[in-house]
T-cell receptor, first 112, second 111 residues
Framework: GAGVSQSPSNKVTEKGKDVELRCDPI?????LYWYRQSLGQGLEFLIY????????KSGLPSDRFSAERTGGSVSTLTIQRTQQEDSAVYLC??????????FGQGTRLTVV | GQQVMQIPQYQHVQEGEDFTTYCNSS?????IQWYKQRPGGHPVFLIQ?????EVKKQKRLTFQFGEAKKNSSLHITATQTTDVGTYFC???????????FGPGTRLSVLP
């Protein structure tokens, strides 16, 4: 596709449920990032994938959060047993190594 | 770990006034990028600076990378209402592969 695509664009879930957020990066981009942005706040780094290297998971806030990237392309961020504090916009970005990152439109997650 | 700070957190200016946001890293950076996020939108890449002391201009925007490669600034001359948004810097140090984003400076421009 022409840009980074994220789905769903909006997700409302009940507290305690699991959710999966999907990111389709720009074709050929080796790097993929997940960030979380709470209302009016900055970008909180979650996880970074680079090619076939082991991902940098240092930003994941708890073991309820996990992510995978299959075949070096599509990535899924999974949040288990969602809590209200997980409510935020989850942004995915991709890039060729060491150059600009292209962001998707984000998934707005609301936990009720 | 690497930390990136930005000041100010918020800035309100009258249209036509100048605006500057400052970015400071706790470690020496290999490069720094600037992004703009419009209200309700996603961050969009503006520029990347790589060299010590580098200065780049984009129309009314001037970007500067410090001599020590630990700080950077973005200056907007004669702001317009279209400049409204949050400006983020993102730095990559010499060891990491990941970009660390600053908290952003939110700019409001009053017509």
């Amino acid at each position: 596709g022409a840009g980074v695509s994220q789905s769903p664009s909006n997700k409302v879930t009940e507290k305690g449920k699991d959710v999966e957020l999907r990111c389709d990066p720009i074709s050929g981009h080796t790097a993929l990032y997940w960030y979380r942005q709470s209302l009016g706040q900055g970008l909180e780094f979650l996880i970074y994938f680079q090619g076939n290297s082991a991902p940098d998971k240092s930003g994941l806030p708890s073991d309820r959060f996990s992510a995978e990237r299959t075949g070096g392309s599509v990535s899924t961020l999974t949040i288990q047993r969602t809590q209200q504090e997980d409510s935020a916009v989850y942004l995915c970005a991709s890039s060729l190594s060491r150059v600009q990152a292209f962001f998707g439109q984000g998934t707005r997650l609301t936990v009720v | 770990g690497q930390q990136v700070m930005q000041i100010p957190q918020y800035q309100h200016v009258q249209e036509g006034e100048d605006f500057t946001t400052y970015c400071n890293s706790s470690t020496t950076l290999s490069n720094i990028q600037w992004y703009k996020q419009r209200p309700g939108g996603h961050p969009v890449f503006l520029i990347q600076l790589v060299k010590s002391g580098e200065v780049k201009k984009q129309k009314r925007l001037t970007f500067q990378f410090g001599e020590a490669k630990k700080n950077s600034s973005l200056h907007i001359t004669a702001t317009q209402t279209t400049d409204v948004g949050t400006y983020f810097c993102a730095g990559r140090d010499n060891y990491g592969q990941n970009f660390v984003f600053g908290p952003g400076t939110r700019l409001s421009v009053l017509p």
